[in-house]
């Protein structure tokens, strides 16, 4: 998928966002959305993204409402931090097939890393996580909001 094509409205961060498929949530808001990766990097990694917007990538987000996404990423950052006590966080996101994007709605990742654990696995790889373990961080993170 290159940086330019039509939005898919039946990639699967829109299909949560329309209740069509489960996730296990940490935060929501009016604007934003965030739960659990279900292919974790480390203990914690958490993605946000936007509502209501047709966005496959950053460069796709209208400006004005960055300030309301960004501010639920800061939140879950600080939160995840409160929570799981991380040596350092990861935040970042990727635009276009070619930098790493394999789902085309907007979403920034929040990954801790933990200075005596490797991270557990390469982006979007592997088999899911265990959903108890996931749905005991979400709970962990939410606590901490
Ligand atoms: P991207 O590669 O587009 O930057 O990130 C997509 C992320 O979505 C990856 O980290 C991947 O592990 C995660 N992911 C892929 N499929 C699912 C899913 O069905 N549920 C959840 N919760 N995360 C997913």
């Known amino acids: 998928?290159?940086?330019?094509?039509?939005y898919d409205p039946d990639n699967i961060f829109a299909k949560m966002l329309r209740g069509e498929i489960p996730y296990i949530k940490v935060y929501e808001d009016e604007d934003t959305l965030a739960f659990m990766d279900i292919f974790p990097q480390s203990d914690g990694h958490t993605l946000i993204i936007p509502k209501?917007?047709?966005?496959?990538?950053?460069?796709?987000?209208?400006?004005?409402?960055?300030?309301?996404?960004?501010?639920?990423?800061?939140?879950?950052?600080?939160?995840?931090?409160?929570?799981?006590?991380?040596d350092g966080l990861i935040v970042t996101q990727f635009n276009g097939e070619a930098a790493g994007q394999t789902v085309f709605h907007l979403h920034m990742h929040v990954i801790p890393v933990y200075k005596d654990r490797p991270r557990q696995r390469g982006h979007a790889t592997g088999k899911p996580a265990d959903m108890d373990a996931l749905k005991a961080l979400a709970a962990k993170i939410a606590a901490a909001l």
């Open 1 to 6: 998928m290159t940086l330019h094509a039509p």
């Open 52 to 86: 209501h917007v047709e966005a496959r990538n950053l460069l796709e987000m209208p400006t004005e409402k960055l300030a309301p996404f960004i501010a639920s990423v800061q939140k879950i950052a600080r939160a995840v931090e409160t929570a799981l006590s991380p």
